[in-house]
């Protein structure tokens, strides 16, 4: 090994070969690629529910209830007689927001957290250890329909529980990396001529957790979007009739012996995103990760 | 061995208090007056002051919990404030069909995913390898609430072999209860069971490249034995490490696949608990559940030591 230069050890900010060379290796991923392409076109379609549906979500065809595929009704209708596709556009929204909004509050309660407990470490860190321990004992839907019991359902209260169910597993994916990050020289170098040590953490720390920070949100939409389904699927998340791919499910259950396809179009719809949240997750971390890297 | 035990239990004995201290201060959050949002729909004075009194709103908080927790360590969890049923009874009923359910399930998973993973691991960079990661990858983010419709569909609806719906205990025959569990069992197993043959294949993949797995090939071992007892127990400790993460994903499983295919367990207790706000059932099925994660993952730790008996010193 060379002589360290103090001058020319840069911060490991993602620089633009960096960016380049993270870029080719996610594209080489496959499987990544066509979920990125994938859930892109769900986002888009969810987006545009409004121009793209055919009919509004709520409207009934009387004449044509639990009905089959046909010209006038793509993917049939409900036992309403509601268009299945125009229902089905209207709730990804819903249900990708609603995963989205879950995400947020993880991430508003893990990362600011996980930062403070990594860089102060001592008895801060130890119980914000603890407290992240006793959260994680319970599984995320035990948990999620504990705070629901006692705050009553719905979509916020549903997501806001989803939000504190999962805010351990980014807390814990941001302390480590601070942690190392902070045992850095520039880190050092920084606290030694005074920097107050929230511009320390915004400014070095943060920028330098971001990449498993970025698969682990990945992975969190992905069982948080599960979660609201499961929820939903229960009656304790999204309440009809605002229809959210969890709670068509749960209706469509009730007609799988006389219209199982509205059964089929709502799990694909689910699986598809989040085996996408997932796949991309996976992407982010082989393309991010160490020890690929060393190989490079 | 013990010394590990005992290290564990030291561990996790305060983890439970402090787990059944929020589980109690579930309550606060309940908006208003608990004792009114709780009593149901409409209730008369009467019905609040019952509730007010089951509860023990009117003591202190601390008091109150302490008062909770004495009794729950006799066994006492209370009385639910619909059916005057103990919370205790309600619970240890519904325990065996929830115990079957994640007994089936976690054979299934354990089964599934060291015969993929170990195909997987043995022949790295082939196609069986390539096929077992690609369909792990989808098999860890599959709906299992989904997978357990549509194997409803083609296995009770389609092809009528197995029931779709409904729980048969163990004592009226094994293969009634079994029949009834083999549809959520594996709608429960796909996740786990994709975890497990990852983590299988990983371990091994790495194993195999060890000195003694080549000492044993040179001094002409059978290939079976140099696998199943060189390789397979060395993988062992990262394998049982996911599986008792996945135990406790798959007791939250447990509460949407057992309302879903109507099997009177704990988790349909959970839901139907929450689902009328029943705070003392909430708050026992809570606790048992807890209690039952945190004995998944002391069997857990303490199997370690069995695995790798270099952990049982350190």
Not at chain 1, 72 to 87: F, I, P, V
Not at chain 1, 90 to 109: F, K, N, P, W
Not at chain 1, 226 to 245: F, K, M, Q, Y
Not at chain 1, 259 to 269: N, R
């Amino acid at each position: 090994m060379t002589t360290m230069n103090p001058a020319t050890t840069t911060v490991a900010r993602p620089t633009l070969p960096g960016l380049r060379r993270f870029a080719r290796r996610y594209a080489a991923n496959r499987l990544a690629l066509g979920a990125t392409v994938v859930l892109g076109l769900i986002v888009l379609a969810s987006v545009l529910a409004p121009v793209l549906a055919p009919y509004e979500p709520e409207q009934i065809d009387v004449l044509n209830r639990l009905a089959g595929p046909s010209p006038e009704h793509l993917l049939g209708t409900d036992s309403l007689g509601r268009d299945t596709l125009s229902r089905l556009l209207y709730a990804g929204r819903v249900s990708l927001a609603a995963a989205a909004l879950a995400v947020v509050v993880a991430t508003v309660i893990g990362v600011p957290l996980g930062l403070v407990a990594g860089y102060a470490g001592g008895w801060v860190d130890w119980l914000l250890g603890r407290v992240a321990d006793v959260l994680m004992t319970f599984p995320a839907i035990v948990l999620a329909i504990a705070l629901i019991a006692a705050t009553g359902p719905g979509l916020t209260n549903a997501m806001i529980a989803l939000g504190i169910v999962y805010a351990p597993r980014l807390f814990r994916v941001v302390r480590g990396s601070t942690l190392a990050i902070r045992q850095e020289t520039y880190v050092e170098a920084s606290i030694s001529i005074g920097t107050p040590a929230r511009s320390i953490m915004a400014r070095h720390i943060l920028p330098n957790a971001l990449s498993p920070l970025l698969v682990q949100i990945s992975l969190t939409l992905a069982a948080a979007l599960l979660a609201e389904a499961a929820l939903s699927l229960l009656g304790l998340g999204v309440v009809p009739p605002t229809p959210s791919w969890g709670n068509l499910l749960g209706r469509g259950f009730t007609e799988i012996r006389s219209t199982p396809l509205l059964v089929w179009f709502p799990g694909i719809a689910i699986a598809l995103a989040t085996i996408s949240f997932n796949l991309i997750g996976d992407g982010l971390r082989d393309a991010l990760g160490r020890e690929v890297r060393k190989g490079d | 061995m013990l010394a590990l035990l005992l290290r564990r239990l030291a561990f996790t004995i305060p983890l439970l208090l402090v787990v059944s201290f929020l589980i109690y201060a579930l309550i606060v959050l309940v908006p208003g007056d608990p004792a009114v949002a709780l009593a149901g729909q409409n209730p008369s004075p009467a019905q609040i002051a019952a509730v007010r009194a089951e509860l023990g709103l009117d003591d202190p908080f601390l008091v109150q919990y302490w008062h909770w927790l004495s009794s729950a360590l006799q066994g006492d969890l209370g009385v639910s404030l619909f059916s005057s049923e103990s919370v205790t009874s309600a619970i240890l009923a519904r325990l065996p069909t929830t115990l079957s359910l994640a007994f089936v399930s976690l054979t299934m998973a354990a089964v599934l995913g060291i015969a993929v993973g170990t195909l997987a691991g043995l022949k790295p960079g082939t196609w069986i390898d390539r096929v077992a990661t690609v369909s792990a990858s989808f098999g860890v983010a599959m709906p299992y609430f989904w997978v357990g419709m549509i194997l409803v569909l083609l296995l009770a609806i389609n092809v009528p072999i197995l029931p779709a719906v409904g729980y048969e205990p163990l004592g009226n025959g094994l293969w009634g209860w079994l029949s009834h569990l083999l549809i959520p069992a594996s709608a429960l197993a796909i996740a786990p069971a994709a975890v497990i043959a990852r983590q299988t294949r990983a371990a091994l993949v790495e194993v195999m490249s060890q000195d003694y797995i080549r000492t044993a090939n040179a001094k002409g071992l059978p290939r079976f034995r140099v696998v199943a007892k060189h390789a397979l127990k060395n993988s062992s400790v990262p394998v049982v490490t996911v599986f008792g993460i996945e135990a406790n994903r798959l007791i939250g499983g447990t509460v949407v696949i057992e309302q879903l295919f109507a099997l009177p367990g704990v988790g349909q207790l959970a839901y139907q608990s929450v689902f009328a706000r029943d705070f003392p059932l909430v708050q026992g099925v809570l606790l048992a559940t807890a209690t039952m994660i945190l004995l998944i993952n002391l069997l857990v730790d303490v199997s370690y030591g069995y695995f790798n008996p270099r952990i049982r010193q350190a």
